[in-house]
Nanobody, 123 residues
Framework: QVQLVESGGGLVQPGGSLRLSCAAS????????MGWFRQAPGKEREFVAA????????YYADSVKGRFTISRDSGKNTMYLRMNSLKPEDTAVYFC????????????????WGQGTQVTVSS
């Protein structure tokens, strides 16, 4: 079992930046591919970014490409999502997810989930 806890969400101005963190425990963090998903009110959970267990491969949704950067620190058992140039449409609950080995961009393929952290982009 893997436990995931997101942090770093909050209120930010459009054009601002925010860094989300996902702390993992319970299982070897380095053995898991991880991803970020988000869900806004009335919408389905959507893919944001993902990173392979080695950290050598990253994937981004078109909507965030060039603005968001996913990374991981195995020594700290933590994954990060640096979000720059934030837009109001980025407002959502952001979820950290993990699965063994292979990286995926589909939410249903992930076995472990955090409880989410709210990101609100507004003036």
């Amino acid at each position: 079992q893997v436990q995931l806890v997101e942090s770093g969400g909050g209120l930010v101005q459009p054009g601002g930046s925010l860094r989300l963190s996902c702390a993992a425990s319970g299982r070897p963090f380095a053995s898991y591919a991880m991803g970020w998903f988000r869900q806004a009110p009335g919408k389905e959970r959507e893919f944001v970014a993902a990173i392979s267990w080695r950290g050598s491969s990253t994937y981004y949704a078109d909507s965030v490409k060039g603005r968001f950067t996913i990374s991981r620190d195995s020594g700290k058992n933590t994954m990060y999502l640096r979000m720059n140039s934030l837009k109001p449409e980025d407002t959502a609950v952001y979820f950290c997810a993990a699965r063994a080995f292979e990286v995926e961009t589909t939410a249903a393929k992930y076995n472990y989930w955090g409880q989410g952290t709210q990101v609100t982009v507004s003036s």
